[in-house]
């Protein structure tokens, strides 16, 4: 099986209501990933409700994290699927880390075509 595409990931993200999704190509930048997925939920529980919800949704697809982080607290979970890593964020959170501006060069994917399929 290949690497999946992004689609699988933001559809995902996106049934469960996500705010502020960007899809960062991060190919040029790193070695150990190809994608960043960022998005927000509006409390600490959506936030667990969102990660979750994509954990379980790709898993049914056969597709596993190597790891997640972050799931008890809500603040920001991390799920890591080796060439694409998600991360949900409290929205204090995200702003406070700001990964938009540590990534920068990275260019930004659109997902607006993946957006309306939930």
């Not at 150990?32 to 998005?39: H, K, P, Q």
Request: aromatic share 10%; hydrophobic share 40%; charged share 30%.
């Amino acid at each position: 099986m290949g690497t999946p595409s992004i689609e699988v990931y933001v559809r995902a993200v996106l049934e469960r209501k996500a705010e502020d999704l960007v899809a960062l190509d991060v190919r040029r930048l790193t070695s150990y990933a190809d994608v960043f997925i960022l998005c927000t939920g509006r409390s600490s529980r959506q936030v667990v409700a969102i990660a979750q919800h994509v954990h379980d949704a790709l898993k049914k697809q056969g597709i596993r994290p190597f790891s997640i982080e972050g799931m008890k607290e809500g603040h920001w979970v991390l799920l890591d699927y080796g060439d694409v890593i998600l991360h949900v964020f409290y929205e204090p959170v995200r702003r406070f880390y700001d990964l938009e501006g540590l990534w920068v060069d990275a260019k930004r994917i659109d997902c607006s075509r993946m957006e309306g399929t939930s």
